[in-house]
């Protein structure tokens, strides 16, 4: 597709389970991002992945939090045990490479509520 | 001082005049800015990228990037209605290239 896909749009589960959240960068794109927005609040950096490069997970909130990125491509972002202050917009960006030059473009979200 | 701010806000503006939003940074943010829109209930949108001193325009919007004061705006001419908005300054901090947003500044232009 043209922009960066996240699934599901929306996901609403029982605390204590645990969630996956994809996201497809815009194609071609190296750099790819992870952040979380709750309500009224601003954007809160999780994780960055840059090529082959190590993650850099400094943003992750809790050891609960872990994401991967397969191929260099496809990113999912995985919550176990989940609390209800994971609840949120989770937003995936993505940049044509890493570089502090790089405009990075956004994802639709996955909203999260916990239960 | 946070690493990039948004202070003031919310902001009102009738229809048709010219929108001031300001954003401040501290020297550890990166010389490159940018503005996303961000719509109740949806993801923030690119709008505008600044590297460089002075005035980007790119049709009704002008972003202004001062260095040696470290502030970055963004003004909105001939304000419409659907610019209502918040409105998020970000630059890149770290040396991992992360992206720091300010709160946002919510805009609403009446009619």
């Known amino acids: 597709g043209a922009g960066v896909s996240q699934s599901p749009s929306n996901k609403v589960t029982e605390k204590g389970k645990d969630v996956e959240l994809r996201c497809d960068p815009i194609?071609?794109?190296?750099?790819l991002y992870w952040y979380r927005q709750s309500l009224g609040q601003g954007l809160e950096f999780l994780i960055y992945f840059q090529g082959n490069s190590a993650p850099d997970k400094s943003g992750l909130p809790s050891d609960r939090f872990s994401a991967e990125r397969t191929g260099g491509s496809v990113s999912t972002l995985t919550i176990q045990r989940t609390q209800q202050e994971d609840s949120a917009v989770y937003l995936c960006a993505s940049s044509a490479s890493g570089g502090s030059n790089q405009p990075q473009h956004f994802g639709d979200g996955t909203r999260l509520s916990i239960l | 001082q946070k690493e990039v701010e948004q202070n003031s806000g919310p902001l009102s503006v009738p229809e048709g005049a010219i929108a001031s939003l300001n954003c401040t940074y501290s020297?550890?943010?990166?010389?490159?800015f940018f503005w996303y829109r961000q719509y109740s209930g949806k993801s923030p949108e690119l709008i505008m990228s600044i590297y460089s001193n002075g005035d980007k325009e790119d049709g009704r919007f002008t972003a202004q990037l001062n260095k040696a004061s470290q502030y970055v705006s963004l003004l909105i001419r001939d304000s419409q209605p659907s610019d209502s908005a918040t409105y998020l300054c970000a630059g890149y901090t770290g040396a991992n290239s992360k992206l720091t947003f300010g709160k946002g500044i919510t805009l609403s232009v009446r009619p």
């Open positions: 194609s071609g794109h190296t750099a």
């Open positions: 020297d550890r943010v990166s010389q490159s």
